[in-house]
T-cell receptor, first 117, second 118 residues
Framework: GAGVSQSPSNKVTEKGKDVELRCDPI?????LYWYRQSLGQGLEFLIY????????KSGLPSDRFSAERTGGSVSTLTIQRTQQEDSAVYLC???????????????FGEGSWLTVV | AQTVTQSQPEMSVQEAETVTLSCTYD???????LFWYKQPPSRQMILVIR??????QNATENRFSVNFQKAAKSFSLKISDSQLGDAAMYFC???????????????FGKGTHLIIQP
């Protein structure tokens, strides 16, 4: 597609359930990012994938959070045993890669709103 | 680690007027990129404008322009002829071409909430 695509747009889940959030980056983009944004807050880095390199998982808040990227394209963020504090918008982004400003420009999806009740 | 500071949590401007949002950053690098993103209530982050540090000419995109002062490490966004659709959170961001995309690779400010008064 033309832009970063995320699904679902909205998800309401019960505390303790697992959720999966999907991200389809812009075609050809080698880098993929996940961020979390709680209500009224800034962006919190979660995880970064670059090509076939090992992902940078330094932002994952707990071991309940995991992410994978298959075939260098689609990524899934999984949250196990959800808690109310996990309620937030989860933003996925991608960039082309390389050392130019075009390669370093990050484009965001529309986000997945997660509400844990 | 680099830091990005947006000192104005909220700004208000009359429709059709001009407003400037401030952003300062701290870095020891000489080669880097700066961005402004807009986040309307829909929550999608939309790229507004970008600037390469080694280019002295200020970037312009229609009604949006920046005042990039490299020595002062300042990167302000000017919105001319403000429109109701400009109402949003605006985030300033910094990154270098040599770091990864993780926590140290891309740094965002805390945002400025822009209100447009009709």
């Amino acid at each position: 597609g033309a832009g970063v695509s995320q699904s679902p747009s909205n998800k309401v889940t019960e505390k303790g359930k697992d959720v999966e959030l999907r991200c389809d980056p812009i075609s050809g983009h080698t880098a993929l990012y996940w961020y979390r944004q709680s209500l009224g807050q800034g962006l919190e880095f979660l995880i970064y994938f670059q090509g076939n390199s090992a992902p940078d998982k330094s932002g994952l808040p707990s071991d309940r959070f995991s992410a994978e990227r298959t075939g260098g394209s689609v990524s899934t963020l999984t949250i196990q045993r959800t808690q109310q504090e996990d309620s937030a918008v989860y933003l996925c982004a991608s960039s082309l890669g390389g050392k130019t400003i075009s390669g370093n420009t990050i484009y965001f999806g529309e986000g997945s709103w997660l509400t844990v009740v | 680690a680099q830091t990005v500071t947006q000192s104005q949590p909220e700004m208000s401007v009359q429709e059709a007027e001009t407003v400037t949002l401030s952003c300062t950053y701290d870095t020891s690098e000489s080669d880097y990129y700066l961005f402004w993103y807009k986040q309307p209530p829909s929550r999608q982050m939309i790229l507004v404008i970008r600037q390469e540090a080694y280019k002295q000419q200020n970037a312009t995109e229609n009604r949006f322009s920046v005042n990039f002062q490299k020595a002062a490490k300042s990167f302000s966004l000017k919105i001319s002829d403000s429109q109701l659709g400009d109402a949003a959170m605006y985030f300033c961001a910094y990154r270098t071409p040599y770091s990864g995309g993780g926590a140290d690779g891309l740094t965002f400010g805390k945002g400025t909430h822009l209100i447009i008064q009709p």
